[in-house]
Structures are given as structure tokens and as C-alpha cells.
DNA sequence: AAAGCTTTCAACCGCGTGGGT
DNA sequence: AACCCACGCGGTTGAAAGCTT
């Protein structure tokens, strides 16, 4: 959060965005759509730069955007993607249904690095003492947040086999196709049984053997025996 | 109670990319 | 081919909130 000042140069509105703004703008986009992002402040009345308020919308604004805590789900996928993906936050957020780039860079920063680091750390240490079956706090701490059950994994799996789309592929034709896949992601978290952390570790070996990914060992162990 | 420290996350900035001319 | 412009992305910042001492 930063504090509202203003550019001394332009006039321009910088820092924290008042309720009056967020007012203003959703009430043009809901008017007039979204035409021009560098255009629209001015005409809605707005003194920010367009992109403030494309910022604003897509990570604050937009509707859909999910708030709060990130399920055990979101984040074995996203501990998933970025082992493949590296720090493409944008594609590893088109997984993850209405959650924000900018919302996955924050909570991997403020969580999960810390987790894969540490696990990282561990096991190399496990590698020089392979008899060590001790664990510290923060190994247990984590190994109990991820050893939680996973939802519906096999729908998932069955519908990435029967899928024409690829929902590993960073990149998007259109917006139809964005809103197909988003609609099926829906699917998979609001249906289905409950699944096992042994499903999701199935899952992604299969995945990997499917898709013929090349996975860093890490981030699949995080799954395994040895991790639990 | 308060000072200092840490964490969270909204927002900014610079740069790359793609489309239009 | 070269330039311009709008947009999107990833890295970074910094105020507020939360926690510890």
C-alpha cells in the first residue's frame, strides 16, 4: 500500500487508490467496456495513468478475483508450474481460477519459496546422512500443510487426457478458448470426490510421463515417501 | 505500552512484444 | 524496415498490519 500523493509533473494520482476511484472506474468499464487503457482514465474522469487502472481492474477490480487464503491444491499446482514454468507468474496464474499474476508472485515470495528452499536444503542434507529420519519443525510444519486432501485429481487427469486443449501451455489464441478453459477449470474445483496426496503424486508422474515434461526431481519429490 | 522487527500485498517501474502505419 | 503506441509481464518497493521483545 502506498501512500496517495500526486506527480508534481503530469497531475497525476500515484500511491493507494480511494473508494471513490475504484467506484469510478468499475462503473466506466461496466458502461463502456474496456476500448483503450491509456485513453479511458481521462475519460472516466480518473487522474491515473491507464496503467494504474489496468492494473487496479485486473488485480483488484475485475470480478471473479479470489481473495484470501490459497487451498492446498493451488499450491501443489503451483509448486508444479513452476518447476516447469520458472517465474512465468502470468501462466501460472491462468491455472489457478481467479486468482491474479500478481497475487501467485506474492504468496510464492511470502510462502512457498521459503517451503522449497527448505526442502531443497533438507535434502541434500538427507543425501549425506541417508539414515537421518529426523525432521525439524519447519520440514514438519510443511510436510502437514501439504499432506492435506487434494481434490478431485483424477477428474482433473481424465479431463487433461480427453482435453484437445493444452492447459500446460502458457500462451492463448483468444478469449473464447481463455473462457473454455477457465470454465473447465471451474469444473474440476467445484465437482468430484475428495482425492489423497498420493493421488496428486500420481498425478504428476503420470502428467510427466503423458506429457513427456521434463520435471525437476524437487518439485516431484515433494510428493513422494521420502518427503512424507 | 511501546519500540523494533517482520510479513504481507497493493502498486509502481522498466522492459519486451506485437500490431498498426 | 523503421518507428510508434498500447499492452502485458516480472521485478521491486514501501506502507500497513502483525508479531516479538
Not at 15 to 32: C, F, K, N, T, V
Not at 46 to 51: P, V
Not at 53 to 81: A, Q, T, V
Not at 130 to 159: C, G, M
Request: hydrophobic share 30%; proline share 3%.
Amino acid at each position: 500500500m502506498r501512500t496517495p500523493n500526486s506527480d508534481m509533473n503530469t497531475g497525476l494520482k500515484k500511491g493507494a487508490w480511494s473508494h471513490e476511484e475504484d467506484q469510478m472506474l468499475i462503473s466506466y468499464i461496466s458502461r463502456y467496456g474496456i476500448w483503450n487503457w491509456t485513453q479511458m482514465p481521462r475519460f472516466a474522469g480518473l487522474s491515473r495513468t491507464g496503467k494504474s487502472c489496468r492494473l487496479r481492474w485486473m488485480n483488484y477490480l475485475k470480478p471473479n478475483i479470489k481473495r484470501g487464503n490459497f487451498s492446498k491444491e493451488e499450491d501443489g499446482i503451483i509448486l508444479h508450474s513452476h518447476s516447469v514454468l520458472g517465474n512465468k507468474w502470468s501462466a501460472i496464474a491462468s491455472k489457478l481460477p481467479g486468482r491474479t499474476d500478481n497475487d501467485v508472485k506474492n504468496y510464492w515470495h511470502a510462502h512457498l519459496k521459503k517451503r522449497v528452499n527448505h526442502y531443497n536444503m533438507n535434502s541434500k542434507t538427507t543425501e549425506h546422512n541417508s539414515t537421518n529420519t529426523s525432521l525439524n519443525s519447519f520440514h514438519r510444519d510443511s510436510i502437514e500443510e501439504i499432506k492435506q486432501p487434494v481434490n478431485h485429481i483424477d477428474k482433473f487427469f481424465e479431463s487433461c487426457l480427453t482435453s484437445e486443449d493444452d492447459i500446460f501451455s502458457s500462451s492463448s489464441t483468444g478469449a473464447s478458448e481463455d473462457q473454455e478453459v477457465i470454465d473447465f477449470r471451474y469444473d474440476y474445483y467445484d465437482t468430484g470426490s475428495p482425492g489423497t496426496v498420493d493421488d496428486l503424486q500420481c498425478f504428476w508422474q503420470q502428467l510427466q510421463t503423458f506429457e513427456n515434461l521434463e520435471l525437476g526431481n524437487n518439485h516431484l519429490n515433494m510428493f513422494s515417501d521420502e518427503f512424507f
